[in-house]
């Protein structure tokens, strides 16, 4: 299905991405220059991995890649064992590795083999175990690419997901992580049509009884694990919007838009931040099939994202509400103004913009499946350089990377400089907080 998507990355993507031989220096305000520091460190930290690694012996990085493959296949190996432990190790391990590094031509010839075990976790495997299971396969997924081998991954266990997603009695924690591997893996490897439609109406029905306006079905009634899980549902769900074609998601709008604002009232904040992140995407989308799109209770639902913006109950934690307003600040700016914040994320020596929704949604999937590794996958995965429309894997020689790397006294200055910066501008915010007072 992400075949079909390509063409509209320039509808959904904005700028793109970019390469530059050097960084760029930091910006003066506080967060700017607190989010350039963090993209900054992981890419000096990249680069002199890569300069160890150009600056060593061939015959050394051939040892240790066969050292690295040899574990590789023990643990695949162990995922069959009889001991529920060790397939879990196992598959933890797995994890590690399928999310730090490309492996393509490795599993390759062995897709099938750790298919099949993989099954087998998730059939005979109990919470844990599932769970971990269907993250490996989201990851192998993901190795694997948008081709036939993807393809064939995800035909063969779509059926399990969602047998297993479905079933109330089934582990939370297994339920919660085949809602995200049904998503992911739709989006990297769909067939055809019928494949995402059955994916996306699997998923409305688990995250719809937050939806609903029978007091019993609220929101607020359902229990933590449940809701982990609805906002698991919700979030694999809007990152298949992103691929629908418009006829479908005119459906959609006519019939989720005035539903998902009944999502807002939920006592979870990560299930009040993804539905306000869902309902600006499909302002989105709507508003690209048809510019002056138009909602009948507009003001309604910016009355309540106000709220949720300005939100300074004390009964919610601290880091709740200042996560909750920041998202939501940009969720109704959204929706008044049309314009979406704009975020930069570098990785080595290119950097990409994240300049839409769509594109918002779609790069916090892969990051929240890859963890620290998502950066390593944009510079060397082709599925996400195709995704996000950044070309070719950058060839660099020993030269280039070694301009790249900075000193530790000059991580120092610069981790200095952005702390000044930041201290300075939460003071000026502090001041006028007191002339108000």
Sequence with gaps: MPR????????????????????????????????VLSHYS??????SIAEEGTGGEAVDEQAQQEEMEDKLKECIDNVMDKSAKTRQ??????????????????LLERRLTLTDSLEKCLKKGKGEEQALAATVLTLLCLQMGSGPE????????????????????????????????LGMCCYIAAADMEDLVSCLVCLEGIFGTSCSKDASLAPSHHSPLLQILHC????????????????????????????????????????????GETIALLFELARDIEEDFFYEDTDLLCTKLKALATDSNKYRA????????SIFRDVLHYIENG????????????????????????????????G??????????ELLRDTFELGPPLVLDAATVKASKISRFEKHLYNSAAFKARTKARSRVRDKRADVL
């Excluded at 290119?350 to 892969?366: G, I, K, Q």
């Excluded at 620290?372 to 995965?381: A, E, P, T, Y």
């Design 339 to 370: 314009e979406c914040h704009e975020e930069t994320i570098k990785f080595g020596l290119e950097c990409m913009y994240v300049d839409s929704w769509a594109r918002r949604r779609t790069y916090n999937a892969f990051k929240e499946a890859l």
């Design 232 to 275: 698991n549902a919700l979030q694999s769900w809007s990152l298949l919007l992103t691929i629908c074609p418009s006829t479908q998601i005119k459906k959609i709008l006519d019939e989720h838009l005035p539903k998902l604002p009944l999502m807002l009232s939920s006592d979870n904040v990560n299930l009040r931040i993804v539905a």
């Design 89 to 106: 190790v196992a598959l933890e391990n797995l994890r590690l590795a399928f999310s730090s590094k490309t492996l393509f031509d490795f």
């Design 318 to 325: 601290k880091t709740d509400r200042r996560k909750q307003r």
């Design 42 to 47: 992981s890419a000096s930290e990249s680069a």
């Design 150 to 181: 993807g393809e064939e991954i995800f035909c063969s266990l779509k059926p399990l997901l969602i047998t297993i997603l479905i079933d109330s009695s089934a582990s939370p924690v297994a339920r919660q992580s085949c809602a995200t591997a």
């Design 4 to 35: 079909s998507r390509r063409g509209e990355g320039s509808r959904r993507g904005g700028r793109g991405a970019r390469s530059n031989p050097k960084m760029e220096s930091p910006a003066s305000d506080d967060e700017t220059a607190s989010e």
């Design 372 to 381: 620290s590794g998502v950066r390593h996958h944009l510079q060397n995965n």
